[in-house]
């Protein structure tokens, strides 16, 4: 099956920094990559849909400033968190879109744990 | 808007007890409907899925059925294992757009 990659797996940063997730989709091209993040013991909330070549499409609530989400090219999307702070600690999660034909699936990336001290 | 409702969690089974974990949905249209499950410290992992009414579908053991009727789509299993032990997401797709995920159940399976 398609394999949706994130790196890293595991972040810890200082209050302050900034962050830089990446998303690849290693065997297909993706035009359409979500960002997700999930808090201790939630559901999974859909932060941004990114599209190659354009803008990313925010969800209301989330600080577009603050999230930074760039898709480059049709197998990379990045999510960078400026200016960490600690409630900005949790689990985020891409995921990306595959059409083939009259068919489609979202495919999973393993996470990443973003820590803030 | 769409979304997904699942049972309340946590369920606590001893090992080899029957499943159900209940799941109803509200979209327009005819979404696809996922169950995905998280273990502990991990991403999510497909479990199982249906696109269309009365599909049923079925991975290591589990089951669920696209119930249009009901709305529904509740998992299954006849013998839980400790390693089932984890977190189930019900989730449904709507022509392709973002996913809408219920808020998880919790399982803890006993020996």
């Known amino acids: 099956g398609a394999v949706v990659s994130q790196h890293p797996s595991r972040v810890i940063c200082k209050s302050g920094t900034s962050v830089k997730i990446e998303c690849r989709s290693l065997?297909?091209?993706?035009?359409?990559m979500f960002w997700y993040r999930q808090f201790p013991k939630q559901s999974l909330m859909l932060m941004a849909t990114?599209?190659?070549?354009?803008?990313?499409?925010?969800e209301q609530g989330v600080e577009k400033d603050k999230f930074l989400i760039n898709h480059a090219s049709l197998t990379l999307s990045t999510l960078t968190v400026t200016s960490a702070h600690p409630e900005d600690s949790s689990f985020y999660i891409c995921s990306a879109f595959r059409r083939q034909g009259a068919q489609h699936e979202q495919y999973f990336g393993p996470g990443t744990r973003l820590t803030v001290t | 808007g769409d979304s997904v409702t699942q049972m309340e969690g946590p369920v606590t089974l001893s090992e080899e007890a029957f499943l159900t974990i209940n799941c109803t949905y509200t979209a327009t249209g005819y979404p696809s409907l996922f169950w995905y499950v998280q273990y502990p410290g991990e991403g999510l992992q497909l479990l199982l899925k249906a696109t269309k009414a009365d599909d049923k579908g079925s991975n290591k053991g589990f089951e669920a059925t696209y119930r249009k009727e009901t709305t529904s789509f509740h998992l299954e299993k006849g013998s839980v294992q400790v390693s089932d032990s984890a977190v189930y997401f019900c989730?449904?797709?709507?022509?392709?757009?973002?996913?809408?995920f219920g808020p998880g159940t919790r399982l803890s399976v006993l020996p």
């Open positions: 065997d297909f091209q993706a035009t359409t």
């Open positions: 990114s599209n190659e070549g354009s803008k990313a499409t925010y």
């Open positions: 989730a449904l797709d709507n022509y392709g757009q973002n996913f809408v």
